[in-house]
């Protein structure tokens, strides 16, 4: 069982990215996926979270400028990420919870099941 990410690197403010979680062992079909983000010294914070069934919801700050979908097909989510500021900058990570469609337990980093080992997005002129 594993959640590969891949997409990160360096941006300029206001530039993009597509960030990519494939996930292998496992059918991504009856789970939901996260998208957090974690910087040293802070805690790891949820930005996108999408359900099994499709629902997808955001933290504020990314509302508006980061899209999460899934392509189950594919066994993969992804992570479009536009207007990025330096305030992005962050190791993001894709993690997996088995049928959880409630969004305050979705934001709870603890209770997913399933993680990927990050990727570094750093956005920078």
């Known amino acids: 069982v594993q959640l590969v990410e891949s997409g990160g690197g360096l941006v300029q403010p206001g530039g993009s990215l597509r960030l990519s979680c494939a996930a292998s062992?496992?059918?991504?079909?009856?789970?939901?996926i996260g998208w957090f983000r974690q910087v040293p010294g802070k805690e790891r914070e949820g930005t996108s979270y999408i359900t099994d069934d499709g629902r997808a919801y955001y933290r504020d700050s990314v509302k508006g400028r980061f899209t999460i979908s899934r392509d189950n097909a594919k066994n993969m989510v992804y992570l479009q990420m536009n207007s990025l500021a330096p305030e992005d900058t962050a190791v993001y990570y894709c993690?997996?919870?088995?049928?959880?469609?409630?969004?305050?337990?979705?934001?709870?980093?603890?209770?997913?099941?399933?993680w990927g080992q990050g990727t570094l997005v750093t956005v920078s002129s």
């Open positions: 993690a997996a919870v088995y049928r959880e469609r409630v969004r305050s337990n979705l934001a709870r980093p603890h209770g997913y099941d399933y």
């Open positions: 062992g496992f059918s991504l079909d009856d789970y939901a």
